[in-house]
């Protein structure tokens, strides 16, 4: 069974533009979560999708943004690009939205913003 | 949001020694899960912890559900040189899958 797969793995970009991140998650995994990675503030929870409906929000600008679309597959957006938003990453499925459920990493996307 | 505390920050241990690592946190959570990452790479799930008091090993690899739903530990036994890398600690306050991580420990194993 194919693991959780992120495209692209890395990417460049320049202040001011916008980015889009994709998700595919495992195979009949119908939640799927995103976390930013950084050195200085670790594993920071964006957001969660579940039947193509977001569930929960973590505490981040409205300039971050996605959706899940009716295969399970999740797409996030970044906006007007500053500096801080270079980070890994990382998009992760489960089963359900429930407790007691096991969360699946992908590799991730390194975002660089120069 | 939720606190979690992860320690030790790093270690560095001789092959063939044990490990232990725990995290704390300020609220109770129903599930616990602890991960190892490597360089440029996702997280992987090592263990997963539902229940207070539950012991789970996966070979080596060893974790409990604290009695007071606050923390969590991991213990590596005989480590080996390819067990370097940084240990999460992630919990799970109620549905939703959002998850709290720890700040990690990076392990080094010296041969």
């Known amino acids: 069974k194919a693991g959780v797969t992120q495209t692209p793995r890395y990417l460049i970009k320049t202040r001011g533009q916008q980015v889009t991140l994709s998700c595919s998650p495992i195979s009949g995994h119908r939640s799927v979560s995103w976390y930013q990675q950084t050195p200085g503030q670790g594993l920071q929870f964006l957001f969660e999708y579940f039947s193509e409906t977001q569930r929960n929000k973590g505490n981040f600008p409205g300039r971050f943004?996605?959706?899940?679309?009716?295969n399970s597959r999740s797409e996030m957006n970044v906006s007007t690009?500053?500096?801080?938003?270079?980070?890994?990453?990382?998009?992760?499925?489960?089963?359900?939205?429930?407790?007691?459920?096991?969360?699946?990493?992908?590799?991730?996307t390194q975002l660089s913003v120069l | 949001g939720q606190q979690l505390n992860q320690s030790p920050q790093s270690m560095f241990i001789q092959e063939g020694e044990d490990v232990s690592m725990n995290c704390t946190s300020s609220s109770i959570f129903n599930t616990w899960l602890w991960y190892k990452q490597d360089p440029g790479e996702g997280p992987v799930l090592l263990i997963a912890l539902y229940k207070?008091?539950?012991?789970?090993?996966?070979?080596?690899?060893?974790a409990q559900?604290?009695?007071t739903r606050k923390d969590s530990f991991l213990n590596i036994s005989a480590s080996i040189p390819s067990d370097v890398g940084i240990y999460f600690c992630a919990g799970q306050v109620d549905t939703?899958?959002?998850f709290y991580f720890g700040t990690?420990?990076?392990?080094?194993?010296?041969?």
Request: glycine share 16%; proline share 2%; hydrophobic share 30%.
């Open chain 2, 65 to 67: 559900f604290g009695i």
């Open chain 2, 96 to 98: 939703g899958n959002q």
């Open chain 1, 81 to 108: 690009l500053e500096l801080g938003d270079s980070a890994l990453y990382l998009c992760a499925s489960s089963l359900t939205d429930r407790t007691n459920e096991k969360l699946f990493f992908g590799s991730g």
């Open chain 2, 52 to 62: 207070a008091g539950e012991l789970t090993s996966n070979g080596r690899l060893t």
């Open chain 2, 104 to 111: 990690g420990t990076s392990l080094t194993v010296i041969p």
């Open chain 1, 65 to 70: 943004s996605g959706r899940q679309f009716s």
